[in-house]
């Protein structure tokens, strides 16, 4: 770990680590390894699950910046970085897309940090709860970048499962909602049994109430009900193997990936 890393807690497993060991990075301890690989042994697919949502990202924000004009995202929970990062994919296509990264964990805002530190591009990373809406839309790293008068485009990839209340998750993503003119989007993702029943999942998401910051699934009307007030985007909300692949998806794939998707559109 580089030496500029912040004093990190290596004997409980962090989910962020955990998502990076996942993902076949390197930033994550002995003890993220253990939860990953006893969830693994909870969960089959469970690498596929997140890396077909990690996949399911980088075709959203394609479409968003290709399809949709979007040039502004703010990536809620946007974890530590790894291939696939919403501002590389953004700026393939447009190289002065604006993007505001926040996260809570201090690894992960420095991994983020470390990366960017170089860059000329229009990328931020603000440490910060997306729990709090109005702390995270005045932080300057967001404020100073993002131009709220414009569409804009939040993310919220993976990370509502952390949300564990229904009714907070929804006010939340009202409130971020409600700070984008019309012409914004939303892309959601959630965890969601498909092959594995309510039990495993919530065994499984037992490991991660061994970290600070447990999980909780949702069905899909729960999913949907995380982007109040927005038009669905075709297909509407689907597993997220099935959100426009790059080729033939069969049943056993769209099923395995155990996670919904949605893009909403802010009329």
């Not at 919220?156 to 003119?181: H, I, K, N, Q």
């Amino acid at each position: 770990m580089p030496d500029d890393m912040p004093e990190i807690d290596v004997s409980r497993p962090n989910a962020a680590r955990m998502y990076d060991y996942f993902l076949g990075g390197d930033a994550n301890f002995e003890a993220d390894r253990d939860a990953a690989d006893r969830s693994k042994d909870i969960l089959p697919g469970a690498t596929y699950y997140l890396r077909q949502n990690r996949a399911v990202l980088m075709r959203a924000v394609r479409y968003l910046v290709q399809e949709a004009g979007i040039d502004q995202f703010l990536d809620l929970g946007s974890g530590i970085p790894t291939k696939g990062n919403v501002h590389e994919v953004a700026h393939l296509h447009n190289p002065s897309a604006r993007v505001a990264y926040v996260d809570f964990e201090s690894i992960a805002v420095a991994h983020a940090r470390r990366l960017l530190a170089d860059t000329t591009s229009p990328v931020s990373i603000t440490q910060a709860d997306i729990r709090e809406p109005d702390a995270v839309l005045s932080a300057p790293g967001v404020a100073d970048l993002i131009d709220f008068s414009r569409p804009v485009a939040v993310l919220a990839v993976g990370v509502l499962p952390f949300v564990t209340s229904d009714e907070e998750a929804v006010a939340m993503m009202t409130r971020y909602r409600d700070a984008t003119p019309p012409g914004s989007y939303a892309v959601v993702t959630h965890i969601s049994p498909l092959t594995w029943s309510w039990e495993q999942v919530n065994e499984g998401l037992r490991v991660l109430a061994e970290t600070a910051t447990p999980e909780v699934a949702r069905s899909p009307e729960q999913i949907r009900a995380l982007l109040p007030g927005y038009t669905l985007v075709d297909p509407g909300l689907v597993p997220t193997a099935s959100w426009r692949p790059e080729g033939p998806v069969g049943p056993d794939e769209e099923l395995a990936s155990n996670c919904y998707v949605a893009v909403g559109r802010h009329p």
